[in-house]
């Protein structure tokens, strides 16, 4: 899992930083400022979940906590 930010403005990191810690947060954070991310993979929306293997493919855009949970599984067979 990753967790990717747009947009934080001054101080991003140190944004991210401190949500972090707020929300306990154990997963890695990205920082994407010029949005480069969600360009790549063509996001419609925040949140949004995106499955991506472990080579960068794009695996799946689920809508759903099933629908994530099925490729998941997918991806680990």
Known sequence: ????ALN???GGISKLQK??????VTYPLLLDEPG?????FGFSGIPQDV???TTGKYVAAPDSIPG???ALKKLGK
């Open 36 to 40: 480069a991310i969600i360009t790549k």
């Open 8 to 10: 934080e403005g001054a």
């Open 19 to 24: 949500f972090r810690k707020a929300h306990g």
């Open 51 to 53: 499955v991506i293997d």
């Open 1 to 4: 899992m990753l967790g990717i």
């Open 68 to 70: 994530l949970v099925a």
